[in-house]
């Protein structure tokens, strides 16, 4: 039996025995494996919680975002380039609300680029301009004016009410604003 204690074959009974250390690769693949599901679980906690915070978010702002889809057809197609009459200047009015907010926009006439014609009776006539600006602003109401949605149709309904009422032999091609602010009463 002393050739059994020589070789360390032991068959474990004695309590005061240190369990034998794992050496090399085998001590060392369980705990990178450790480590690795660690990061891997991390990473997918992250991603997790990154993607729940990005959906709240936008489901909250939706509202404001820009969709371009919402882009008409006439601002989507081939553009021209036009040349814009910027001189009519900010026109103050109030909406047809009760009590009325008000309205501040600066609008800019688009014509054909080097059509003197057009300028000069976007000029002669710019008194009947603003007066029509004043009138339809004060027809609509603040909650239409603050609806972004609504900007396109405005812009539509705003050039063929010009070129329709005022206009005589030019027409206007597109409609800017450069401001347009609704200022409730409180």
């Known amino acids: ?3 059994d204690e020589e070789l360390g074959l032991d068959d474990g009974g004695s309590a005061g025995a ?3 250390k794992k050496s090399g690769l085998s001590g060392l693949l369980p705990n ?3 480590w690795i599901i660690i990061g891997v679980a991390a990473i997918i906690v992250i991603v997790v919680v990154s993607v729940i915070t990005v959906k709240i978010v936008t489901k909250n702002s939706t509202k404001d975002s820009f969709n371009p889809a919402s882009i008409t057809e006439e601002e ?3 553009r021209e380039s036009y040349d814009w009459y910027k001189s009519i200047g900010t026109i103050q009015t109030f909406t047809s609300d009760n009590p009325p907010a008000t309205v501040r926009v600066n609008v800019l006439l688009g014509y054909k680029k080097e059509d003197k014609a057009c300028a000069t009776e976007i000029t002669s006539f710019s008194v009947e301009i603003k007066e029509f600006l004043r009138k339809y602003f004060r027809s ?5 004016l603050k609806v ?9 309904e705003i050039k063929n009410g010009i070129n329709d009422t005022v206009l005589s032999s030019s027409k206007i091609r597109s409609i800017s604003f ?3 602010d609704v ?3 409180n």
């Open 1 to 3: 039996m002393a050739d």
């Open 18 to 20: 240190a369990p034998a």
């Open 32 to 34: 990178l494996l450790k």
């Open 76 to 78: 989507s197609g081939p």
């Open 140 to 144: 609509k109401s603040a909650s239409e």
């Open 148 to 156: 972004a949605e609504n900007e396109a149709k405005f812009k539509i």
């Open 178 to 180: 450069d401001q347009l």
């Open 183 to 185: 200022v409730e009463q």
